[in-house]
Each structure stands twice: as C-alpha cells, then as structure tokens.
C-alpha cells in the first residue's frame, strides 16, 4: 500500500507535467500558424522580415553621423552639402528597400541621407511605375536613333572625336579608337567620301548651288570681302506645311533662311568696326542689304538653276524658295532635281565629287547590341571604361580615377545576395547589386550599375564610351531598365518600381529624370509619393517642402497653395540645436528600448544594456539612438543591428 504522503506529490507532478504538455502542444500550434502567416506575407509583398532570419542574414550598420561636404551640383565652395551617414557592414535587399522608401541611398557600402532642412540641395528619392511609364517624344527619338545606328542607316554628321590616351601623345589614337574612326566614317557626309541618301543629296546639291551664287556676290563686291558669310542650308518643307501660291500649280517642296543669316552677319561684323558707323536694320534695307534684298538677288542669279531642275525659284519675304511647276512630280517634288544630280554624276570626270545613284549604294553595315547583366565585381573592361568616361566627360585627373576608388564606389557592396526560389518572389536573376553591360559588335560601350530589390530596380550609375556620345546612351539605358521592370514583373509580381536616385529641383542636370512619366517623390518628412505634376509648381518656389503637406491636391484639379507660409511655419518649428546635433523633429518620445544593438560581440536591446552604462554615457547614447531611429523608424531599428564600436 502506498503512503498518503507519496500519493498528494505524485499527482501534483502528473497534474504539471499534463499542463507543461498541453502548453507544449499549444504553443507549437501557435509557432506553426505564426509561421504560416509569415510565408504568406512574404509571398504577398516579398518583404518580410523572417526571410532575413530565414537565411541566416542580418543587416549590421555603424553610425556614422553628420557628413558635410562641398556639393557637387551647385559647386559651393563652403561645405553645404549635409547628410546623415551609416556605413553598413551587411544588409539584407529587404532592409535596403524600406531604406530607399524612407529617403536613403547608398554609394558602395555607405548609406546616406540628406539632412533636407540643411542641405544646400534637397534631393527628393524619385521613382516611377513601371508599368505606367509613357514614352516622350525625345525618348521615342532616342530608340529610334539606336536602332538606325544598329541598321547602318544613321547619317552621322562628323567623325566621332577620339578619346586620347593619356599615355601618348596628342596626334596619336589607341587602336580601339581608330576602330571607332573607321565605324563613324563609314557614315559621315559625301564630302568626306560617304553616301548620302537621294533625298539628302537633293538638299546638299541646292545648298552647294546657292553658295556658289553667294562666292560670285562675294567677288563681285555685292557681300562684303572680309566677313566670312555662313554656309546655305536648304530644308524640305513638310506636306502638311506646303501653301499653294501665285497659281494652283506651283507647289513649294524646299526653302532655305540663308538671306536672314548673310544679313545679321554682315551687321554684326560692320558694326565691330570702328572705322565704320554701326549698320542698323534701317541703313541695311537702304544700302540693300536686308534679308528681303539680298533673297531676291540670289534668286535672280539662280536662273540657270531653275532652268535646268524645273523648279520655279522665288524670293519670299527674304526666303528662297523652290517650287514644282509639275502637277505629275512626287509628293516630294524630287523628279526635276533627280534628273539634274544623275545628269551631273554622269557629266562628272572625278569620281570623287559626283554624286551616285542610290540604287548603286552599297548595303549599309548592320551592328548587333547585346546587353549582359552579371553580379557585381571588378572588371579590368570596366574600369577602363570608367576610366575614359570620368576624364573625358567629368574631366577628373587621370592619377584621381584609380582602382581602389572605382571599387569603393561602383563594385563594393553591403547588400547581402539573393539566389532565385522559382516560387514568384525572387526574378531569374535573384537580388542583389549588378552591372548592367551594354556591347556593341563585341565592343563594351555603357555599363549601367543598378541594384534590384523586392520592389524595384534601383538605378545607382551610369558610365559610357564618350565615342559614342551621339547615341544618348544615358536615356537609352534608362528605358532599357524600365523594360527590365516590366519583363520581370512576371516572374516577380512585386517588383513594380523604377527608382532613379535623387532629384534635386534646383540643378537643371537633374532634371532629366522627371522626363520618365508618370514620376512620383518621396514626401522627406512622412514618407509618403507625390505626383511629381504636383510637386513640381511647389519646388519652383521653395527647395525644400513637406510635400505631403500638398496631397490633398492628388486628385483635384486646384491652383497650387501659397507655399510660403507653408515654409515659414515649419522652419519656425525648428529650434537650432547644433550644440546637440538634433532638429527638434528628431527628438521624438519614440521608445529607444528595442533597438537592436551589438556590444563587444554580445547582441541585446538597448534596454537589456542601459546599466552597462553611466548616467552621462547613458545620455548621450540615448541622444543618438533616438536621433538614429528618426532617420530609419521604429521597425528597422529593432531589425537593423546597431554597431556599438
């Protein structure tokens, strides 16, 4: 028989040990439904938390503090440019997207963060919707102009000048520019020995006959001796512009405002002179040298012209132009002169100046772009791009541009690499930080260093071959990456947004990137996107606004506020506290106390640390850490590691 004081223990422990199970049970039920619910997040916005834990990556930061600078876009001489600087030793895409959506950028592993109320520039983060974005017209040139390069049939207008090496001398060209010579030449004008489609060889032909008229003014004694008179520019005038004159059979196809340019030149150049009295436009018209005069006297000397073309020439209001007398004639009024240029190739001894028909042009060359996207890391093609781009278009010393700089800024980077899951929230390519190459025919001539995160396709910069400065690579890039959105839309539903870095109103450099429509920017104070239609009347008055102040205006059609009395209100918030190194804003009754915190190798939150530290210490880290959380917000200072060094 077992005791009675053996049997009251026993069932106590059995009635405990049956709770600790059924606690047990319930809270792995609970852990699995929260597990649940977080997958499902993250499947939904592919920026959840736990996919950091899940991997087994933390975003770790150094608090850098307050950065100043001189600004490289107003060029101030003092150091106006203020931001707020981390230096991250690691940080996962997820963290640097809500980064990015709270004012951040990063150049290699720094993160920085305009101070907007102090910077000389407030720079607003922009960004567009992919699949919202409108061509404008010059963005639509820009394509087409690429793919006519890439035709063969682009009419570059002068040899594209070289790039020298630094290491020769100035009369000499490494070989892959003369490669460049020999490209760019094989589609310069006739008279650098290249052909010219029939339409352009019947402008040049009428340009070159009314210079030939202006030399014999010239000699004559009609223009002036000693003022060099400006080359003849015949335009064809657009079906849509043509005006039937005089009689219903005259039709007018080409026009040219040379008499305008001879008369404003001879003007300028006489009243530089001080041996003569200044020519106004009234002793110009006496003396015969108006634009009206002097059109009527090269159209009464291009009689033999029209008299073997068939066009009708006439002086109009100081235009010269040419006339189809044939109802029968092309649209483009180019049979008369066709005839004059084949009989003129016929005529012509040298096989240098005539001009050949169109049907004996060789087939153009056709070129093949390629475009590569790898993993960031250091490429010896690159940097010598990089290199040749800084000198030639930013005009850095050659001994500034070195490796170690081009790493630190382009190559380097904090964000951790995503490999892709082939479950709809990762693209092919993963997430990370790359470089976008840009070959033409083998020859690298751009590379765009971009970041793709779960939201995104972050634009960090853009470096090109100044040899091919006419094929606006910039804009081209730009469009090529918002179709990179678009494309991978599919396989990743969440990546949507195109940023392109900072916009700052008050540099006209900058500017460009308000083109991509429809644009949106980043309020700097509650973090909410503006329409940029909205804010761009706001930014004409004041550099800096609190642009969700303005978001009601969203969806009404209303005159934009008075925004001065905006201004003044919140800069009479602001108390100057530079003793301390805060903004009143940034010292909030936010609660410090889950800040995430790494010290001598241990990780806690801040609460479990606040003995660890003195009263004074405990003050100014306290500062700080309230300061540090204004800048990233509550939720990403409990999940970002704060550096304690």
Known sequence: MVPQTFIIPYVSFINWLSCCTCYYFFY??????????????????????????????????????????????????????????????????????????????????????????RTCCPAYTIRLRA??????????????????????????????????????????????????????????????????????????????????VVQTCVKSGVFPLDIQLPKASVKNVL?????????????LQYTSSIAFQIAATIRRGQSCDNDQLRLSRHSAEQNGLSPKAIAEKLASSLTQLAETSGLLIKACNGHINFYSSNKQSSSDGSVQVKTVLEEAAAGCPSKKCCLKRSSEQP??????????LKRSSFDSEEFALYKKYQIK??????????????????????????????????????????????????????????????????????????????????????????????????????????????????????????????SELLCPLRYQWISFDIARPLLDKKPYLVLSDF??????????PDVSDNVKEVQSDESDTESSGLRSVEIEDG?????????????????D???????????????????YMSLVGAELSERIVYLLQ
């Not at 150094?62 to 940080?91: E, F, M, P, Q």
């Not at 207008?157 to 003369?178: F, G, H, I």
């Not at 382009?410 to 790359?434: A, E, I, K, M, R």
């Open 551 to 560: 978001a009601n205006l969203q969806n009404r059609e209303l005159s934009p």
């Open 28 to 117: 792995n039920n609970i852990k699995r439904l929260s597990a649940k619910r977080e997958r499902e997040k993250m499947r939904s916005d592919g920026s959840s938390s736990s996919r950091n834990n899940s991997a087994g990556v933390e975003s770790v930061v150094v608090d850098w503090g307050r950065l100043k600078s001189s600004c490289g876009y107003c060029k101030s001489s003092g150091c106006t440019s203020i931001s707020h600087g981390l230096w991250a030793n690691s940080i996962t895409v997820y963290d640097y997207q809500d980064l990015l959506d709270q004012g951040w950028r990063r150049s290699g592993s720094l993160l920085y963060k305009p101070e907007m109320e």
């Open 363 to 372: 087939p153009p060359k056709k070129r093949r772009i390629e475009i590569r």
């Open 239 to 251: 079906q849509a512009k043509r005006k039937l004159l005089v009689e219903e059979s005259e039709d």
């Open 609 to 627: 640390l606040t003995r660890a530290f003195g009263s004074s210490k405990r003050s100014y880290w306290e500062t700080q850490l309230h300061r």
């Open 591 to 607: 609660d410090i106390s889950n800040i995430l915190i790494e010290r001598k190798g241990s990780r806690l939150r801040y609460k």
């Open 393 to 518: 278009v930013h005009d850095d010393m050659p001994d500034r541009v070195t490796k170690s700089s081009y790493r630190r800024f382009l190559v380097d980077t904090p964000l951790v690499f995503v490999p892709p899951t082939g479950d709809g929230t990762v693209p092919p390519c993963g997430f990370g930080s790359f470089h976008q190459q840009y070959l033409i025919d083998g020859r690298l001539v751009a590379v765009g260093v971009i970041d793709i995160l779960p939201k995104c396709l972050s634009s960090k910069y853009l470096f090109w071959d100044p040899d091919f400065a006419f094929l606006s690579l910039g804009k081209y890039s730009a469009l090529q990456e918002i179709g990179w959105v678009r494309e991978n839309q599919i396989d990743c539903p969440s990546l949507k947004y195109y940023y392109l870095g900072y916009y700052i109103h008050s540099c006209s450099k900058m500017r460009y990137k308000a083109a991509y429509h429809p």
């Open 131 to 212: 699949a919202d974005f409108v061509h404008s017209k010059e963005q639509l040139r820009v394509s087409r102009r690429l793919q006519r390069f890439l035709d063969g049939t682009l009419d570059i207008k002068k040899p594209v000048e070289l790039m020298k090496d630094p290491n020769t001398s100035k009369d000499s060209c490494n070989s892959a520019d003369n490669e460049v010579l020999k490209l760019s030449t094989e589609e310069s004008l006739s008279n650098n020995g290249e052909k010219k489609s029939e339409a352009e060889q019947i402008l040049h032909y009428l340009s070159n006959q009314i210079d030939n």
